[in-house]
């Protein structure tokens, strides 16, 4: 491990992957990522992967349409996949307000160059036969909305950004952050000590840690969300094409094909909160406590 970079970035998961291999991309080769156990032991790993560019703020939605169109690049620059499945997705309109939004939505999209369209219950049906439509007003629809693999996605960035030229250390925990006098950082580390004139935070499920570590105080707290695989359904494995993503705001819920059968998972409002007391360092790969 190299005792200097101009960016340290902390945290192995797809965001901070993504972080390094986008400074490579703008020419910054002298940059290291450092990781406490290996590239996405974290919130990356528990990820369900479904990627969408509805979104209320315009920015992120630009960003999230960028981003969709990378992963095509990430694969033929790197020769990895990233476990693309455009498939196209419904995000459902149960009230007439919603319908409204998603409405505005579509004009924003049209603004911003991308090709989202507005369906009837009828026309819901025509493209996803197994949705029940009552009480459902309309829909909007995402041609580019699908899925991938988090983490084949995070390793495609991580070779990417060593192409770039980057460092990517594991196994290796950050324990302090201090500030130099010049205004340069000492970042402290199981494995030893790198000056960085920058320091990226992309802790994850850890970044209040990360933060605490410079004195900085950051109001997160992970919550714990339930989704579920099923196994194969008959109508399901019939198909010849993948089913969309359905996303179901007023229900809470999402929708998506897995395999030959669904994963279903759960955003609902009274969540419970985990780890409130921080997240252990140890944590990664276990899942959570089953609360159906």
């Keep these: 491990m190299k005792a200097q970079a101009r960016v340290v970035v902390i945290g192995g998961g797809v965001v901070g992957c993504s972080v390094l291999y986008h400074l490579t ?10 990781e406490r156990s290996e590239l996405t032991s974290g919130s990356t790993w528990h990820a369900a992967g479904g990627f969408h560019t509805l979104n209320g703020d315009t ?12 992963y095509d690049e990430l694969e033929k620059r790197t020769g990895m996949s990233c476990g693309l499945h455009h498939c196209g997705g419904l995000t459902l309109a149960d009230t007439p307000e919603r319908l409204d939004m998603l ?8 603004y911003m160059g991308l090709e989202t369209r507005m369906l009837t219950p009828a026309e819901i049906v025509e493209i996803a036969d197994f949705v029940n439509v009552d009480g ?8 580019l909305d699908g899925h991938l693999d988090p983490s084949g996605t995070t390793h495609a ?23 130099r006098a010049d205004g340069d950082w000492d970042v402290i580390t199981e494995k030893g000590a790198v000056v960085a004139e920058h320091v990226v935070n992309a802790g994850g499920l850890w970044a209040r840690e990360v933060a ?3 004195g900085i105080y950051l109001p997160l707290l992970p919550m714990a969300h339930q989704y579920l695989v099923t196994e194969d359904v008959p109508e399901v ?6 089913i969309p993503h359905v996303i179901d705001p007023g229900g809470e819920s999402y929708l998506r094909q897995e395999g030959k059968g669904f994963v279903i998972g759960f955003y609902e409002q009274p969540c419970e909160p985990w780890s409130v007391d921080g997240t252990p360092w140890d944590f990664g ?3 959570l406590n089953d609360q159906f």
Excluded at 237 to 242: S, V
């Design 136 to 143: 459902v007003l309309g829909a909007l629809y995402d041609p």
């Design 237 to 242: 494995a019939a198909r010849e094409q993948e």
């Design 25 to 34: 991309k703008l020419g910054w080769q002298d940059v290291m990522l450092i």
């Design 157 to 179: 960035y991580a070779k990417a950004a060593r192409m770039g030229g980057a460092e990517i250390v594991t196994q290796n925990r950050v324990i302090e952050t201090n500030v």
């Design 59 to 70: 920015n992120m939605a630009a960003l999230q349409g960028y981003t969709i169109g990378l």
């Design 212 to 214: 605490s570590m410079a």
């Design 103 to 110: 409405k505005a939505e579509r004009a924003k999209h049209r």
């Design 285 to 287: 790969h276990e899942l």
